[in-house]
């Protein structure tokens, strides 16, 4: 079944204007001058790799804004598995605006397609297991909405979107606060301060972290990360853990081990990979001919 997913408009819109003036500026010269303003063209997304489509609601505003008479009639919808010589979609608008919005079209996609096909197979490993899969601040600058967005349609889900949005208390704010009891209670102290109720994930780097963790974290901590920890150890931290907190592995997980990870029970597991070891899905966007 299609996927939605929800987007801030503005944000989207945003984005666009900017994509578009980053490529056309004072304008698409070659199309302006071969094209006649008042024709229009039909043409076809074409899929050219096996994965899982993503951006499709993506290229619809990008259409819109060039055109906003075009028409896209949708074949294959967001989040779907394909294959090479699928049809997604089919687009009809002025021939000039088409062309003009090809390029942002395709580099979003084929961008977003590789993100969703990286996280449908970290999904697939461990879909019949009670683990979340998590993605990271490890994103493109100023790209993390369309990534993020493409992992969700991938099937895993998003951790934080920013240092805004949750507390993360990882291995340097340890070493330089002093302690990670230290960190702890400053935290919750700040946070009473501000007024703020966020989440709290607190990384630590081995049992003895772990214990000192469970001595002050009652109440100040949601999740705890177990960091770069072998299989058997984690296996032993989440025992120990329990149901105190929620429970997260990191560092370093691939698409061979996620699955051994997951088997120990761990809740989450953060993975860096989704959105910077992925690759590109191979797409066009050709022009029928009458």
């Given at each position: 079944?299609?996927?939605?997913?929800?987007?801030?408009?503005?944000?989207?819109?945003?984005?666009i204007d900017k994509a578009l003036h980053e490529d056309v500026r004072e304008g698409d010269h070659t199309s302006l001058a071969t094209i006649p303003a008042e024709a229009r063209t039909k043409a076809k997304l074409l899929v050219k790799d096996a994965?899982?489509?993503?951006?499709?609601?993506?290229?619809?505003?990008?259409?819109?804004?060039?055109?906003?008479t075009a028409k896209v009639e949708v074949f294959i919808g967001e989040g779907a598995s394909v294959s090479y010589g699928d049809i997604v979609f089919e687009v009809e608008c002025n021939?000039?605006?088409?062309?003009?919005?090809?390029?942002?079209?395709?580099n979003a996609m084929?961008?977003?397609?590789?993100?969703a096909t990286m996280a449908n197979r970290f999904k697939f490993e461990v879909e019949d297991l009670p683990v979340k899969i998590l993605d990271t601040r490890k994103t493109t600058p100023l790209l993390r909405f369309?990534?993020?967005?493409?992992?969700?349609?991938?099937?895993?889900?998003?951790?934080?979107?920013g240092l805004y949005d949750w507390i993360m208390i990882k291995d340097n704010h340890i070493d330089a606060c002093g302690g990670?009891?230290?960190?702890?209670?400053?935290?919750?102290?700040?946070?009473?301060e501000?007024?703020?109720?966020?989440?709290?994930?607190?990384?630590?780097?081995?049992?003895?972290?772990?214990?000192k963790v469970l001595e002050v974290g009652e109440g100040k901590v949601t999740r705890i990360m177990l960091d770069n920890f072998d299989l058997p150890l984690l296996k032993e931290a989440v025992a120990i853990i329990g149901d105190q907190f929620e429970t997260e592995a990191s560092g370093g997980v691939n698409i061979h081990s996620v699955r051994k990870i997951a088997?120990?029970?761990?809740?989450?597991?953060?993975?860096?990979?989704?959105?910077?070891?992925f690759i590109s899905l191979d797409m066009s966007l050709k022009v029928i001919k009458d």
């Open positions: 079944m299609p996927k939605f997913v929800p987007i801030d408009a503005d944000v989207l819109e945003e984005f994965g899982v489509i993503a951006g499709i609601e993506l290229a619809k505003a990008v259409f819109k804004r060039v055109d906003e021939s000039q605006a088409l062309l003009k919005a090809e390029r942002l079209v395709l084929q961008r977003m397609s590789g993100i369309l990534e993020k967005w493409a992992v969700k349609l991938g099937g895993c889900e998003n951790y934080r979107y990670i009891q230290e960190a702890i209670i400053r935290t919750a102290d700040y946070q009473k501000n007024n703020l109720k966020l989440g709290v994930t607190v990384e630590v780097r081995n049992l003895v972290e772990l214990y088997q120990t029970g761990v809740q989450h597991i953060s993975v860096g990979a989704l959105t910077h070891s």
